[in-house]
């Protein structure tokens, strides 16, 4: 019953399309009432005017010429022809070109003008009633001048009803077509909506983990592109869900880790009397709880940087030397603690790009921190900003054990380490620069260091930079 209820919504395509079809043709039904009226009443005129040049003739023929006077005796059976129709009056005026004579009504009204020969049909008002007239001069060989002046005329009750007989016979033929072009239209978008309506049905019948495709081949070829754009987007969604259920299952597997670890120190060290042990319990206990917040705040960045989640596009226009230089000032007491060399180079000081400036700083900040965790005492780090051409290139060296060939695709996947580092990591700094590299257009490539030594972690952005002029 909703289905029925749906189609007489005040939204619907049904009464979208009988509006669009319907509205045409009751304008079109105006415009043919108005031409069958007009056709009517041209054709009840044509009928009027010939009886009354008819009715003219009748009534010459009853002048006589009589001992050279002029006698109008009107016989009974013209009089019958006359007055055949009942629901008319007819007025008559007969006079001579000079005006020698005159029968029938004196005060009919006449056209503007002089009398002709060729008649004259006109509309005009007598005793009270609107009137067809005729006025003609018609030789006539009876009479004394040769030529009579003959006005006519009739009242309108007959003539107007043709005209309205005409309208009657056609418009309900008229009006019952557009009837039927309605119901045709109902029914005919009924028929194309069901196969849509029955998607419809079963899109709400399923679970909202059910994201296969529709069907394309049950709707008509103007729905599929809809169709089809419907499943490409179910797809998608696919794919995210999967990457979200095993990022969530990868996440839960490693914080379980460092807060099992954190609660199995806390576990002995109430266990322990000795101040020493206590101590080296709580040291443990500390470590956990900064790996786990280390890896927390890895993987809500991780997740801020997915596809989807930021739109670096369009926002703000940054100095990504400017941003360089900031990172690597931030990390110089760290790399001091750690005894390691960490510089900043800048070939040129105009590097400008568009993108989403807190997202580009933590990218910054993975790359050295990486850098810094994996390079030795006495190492070197060197970050460097790179301008040619129309491109921007953003470059992390260091001197250390540097990553085999074989490793360097596998290390962008999340939570993977290269084994024998023997240094603490989640695992998801480089995933989480590519992530953030890739939603700012970006290619993320590892190579070698100076020498053959070390890494070098080189970010090309793609995108035409704009060089501003300070």
């Known amino acids: 019953m909703s289905l029925y209820q749906r189609w007489f919504d005040s939204g619907t395509l049904r009464q979208k399309l009988l509006w669009w079809v319907l509205g045409p043709m009751v304008i079109l039904l105006i415009l043919n009432v108005a031409l069958i009226y007009r056709f009517g009443h041209e054709t009840a005129d044509r009928r009027h005017d010939r009886f009354l040049m008819d ?134 978008v009924g028929r194309g909506l069901r196969p849509l309506l029955q998607l419809r049905d079963e899109v709400i019948r399923r679970s909202s983990l059910d994201l296969s495709p529709l069907p394309e081949d049950k709707v008509v070829a103007e729905i599929r592109p809809l169709i089809h754009g419907f499943n490409d987007l179910m797809a998608r969604l696919d794919t995210s869900f999967v990457l979200k259920r095993r990022f969530i ?74 941003l360089a230089r900031n990172a690597t000032e931030y990390w110089v007491p760290k790399s001091l603690f750690k005894n390691i060399d960490l510089g900043f180079e800048n070939s040129d000081g105009n590097c400008r790009i568009t993108g989403n400036g807190l997202l580009l700083s933590e990218m910054l900040n993975n790359l050295i921190d990486n850098a810094l965790r994996y390079t030795g ?30 490793e360097r695709e596998r290390v962008f996947e999340r939570f993977y380490s290269v084994l024998g580092t023997r240094q603490e990591g989640c695992g998801l700094g480089l995933a989480i620069v590519r992530e953030i590299a890739e939603l700012h257009h970006a290619r993320v490539d590892l190579l070698s260091g100076a020498g053959g030594a070390g890494t070098l972690v080189s970010v090309t952005f793609r995108t035409a930079r704009q060089r501003w002029k300070n």
């Open 55 to 188: 009715a003219s003739k009748i009534l010459l023929d009853q002048l006589r010429t009589s001992k050279g006077e002029v006698v109008f005796n009107i016989h009974a059976g013209a009089l019958n022809l006359l007055s055949a129709d009942k629901k008319d009056q007819l007025y008559y005026s007969l006079s001579g070109w000079q005006q020698d004579f005159h029968f029938g009504a004196p005060d009919l009204p006449a056209p503007p003008g002089r009398p002709s020969e060729t008649p004259v049909y006109y509309s005009a008002n007598y005793a009270g009633h609107p009137v067809r007239m005729m006025q003609a001069v018609i030789p006539e060989t009876d009479v004394a001048s040769g030529r009579v002046v003959v006005r006519v005329g009739k009242t309108l009750v007959l003539h107007d009803e043709r005209a309205q007989e005409w309208m009657w016979r056609i418009l309900p033929s008229l009006v019952l077509s557009l009837l039927f072009a309605g119901g045709m239209v109902w029914w005919g």
């Open 249 to 322: 299952a990868d996440a839960s597997h490693q914080l379980r880790t460092p807060l099992t670890g954190l609660k199995a120190q806390a576990e002995l060290a109430l266990r322990l009397d000795d101040p020493v042990e206590i101590r080296h319990s709580l040291l443990q206990m500390r470590n956990a709880a900064d790996h786990a917040a280390h890896l927390a705040n890895q993987l809500l960045l991780l997740a801020r940087a997915e596809p989807g989640a930021a739109r670096p596009d369009g926002q703000d226009k940054l100095d990504l030397a400017a």
């Open 377 to 406: 005492a006495g190492g070197h780090v060197t970050v460097r900003i790179i301008c040619e051409g129309e491109a921007v290139r953003l470059e992390v060296e260091d001197n250390g054990p540097g990553i085999p060939v074989s």
